[in-house]
């Protein structure tokens, strides 16, 4: 047999240390960097998501980790915790006062409310009035909402589509780095066979306390043609936890007076007080009441809110 025939046959059945050193790592390095080659095509265009995206971007504003531990040292209350990309209390995701507005939902929420507000006159038949709210938060501390309103007067009248309602709300900072976290609030009432309306608000809303909360509006309304009555309205609403994520107890307020083009400055008055709860039967579904009490001849005897919210 020649003699390089058995030089490799040689180096096949006793290969020298050295070779042995080196050929092990190359061909598993080798081996490594084919497969990190094999690519799914189905995901090769999808940049890796990361760790915070993936746990959050399916989650409900219950399901949310605190972004602040240190809130627990501040307040007991899990309602209390700061979450989402404005820092906000998770309370702030669900509407706690039927009258009274508190800063914005975290970008991406989607909730559904359904309002029944029955209208009780000093004088005349009550008036029930039904409202299918759709609401989203968007990003940079907006959020939009579209109101449809059904209205139906006394026992035998006819419910008649009463008005469609848009709504933008821009709030001025991430929560806590304004006093009372400023919201500005601007919506369009268009009227079925009445004037068209807008209106404006300023809503400021915290915590001042573990477990209460308080909110309150500052607004102004105006009919676009008709009478063009202005309104100018104060809402305030106070909250205190019972029971965390599941009940809380409180009251609200609702004061306006209002005049018409044709005689500014006479104003007709109206004062309305009263309890207010929330219960939270189910993490994404929280139910609202607030019968308020008319206070004074030109007041209506009562004005009664009940809201069922879902979060989707």
Known sequence: MPPSDLDFRGILLHPPMHRT????????????TAAAQVVNPATAQEPPKSADEASTDVLRSWQLPAIDVTADDWSPYRESDLIGSYGQPRWTSRRLFPTTRVYVLREGQLDFELWNRIKVPREGAAT??????????????????YYFVTEHSGSEGDTEISEQKYEVRYALAD???????PTLYAEWASVSGGPDRFEGKLLLG?????????GTNLVWEREVSGDLTNQYELTMGVSRTIIDEKFSLGGELKTSIEDVHGDRGDYA???EVGPSLQW????NLHIDLAPLIGIGGESR????????????
Request: aromatic share 16%; charged share 20%.
């Open 280 to 283: 939270r039967p189910l993490p």
């Open 269 to 271: 008055k109206s004062l």
């Open 128 to 145: 029930v009035e039904t409202q299918y709210e759709f609401e989203i938060g968007l990003p940079n501390r907006f959020q939009f909402d």
């Open 301 to 312: 005897q009562a004005d009664i809110y009940a809201v069922l919210g879902w979060e989707f």
């Open 21 to 32: 050193t080196w050929t092990l790592p190359a061909l598993l390095a080798l081996a490594t």
């Open 206 to 214: 915290d915590e001042v306390a573990p477990g209460w909360k308080v």
């Open 175 to 181: 929560w806590g780095k304004i006093p009372w976290n």
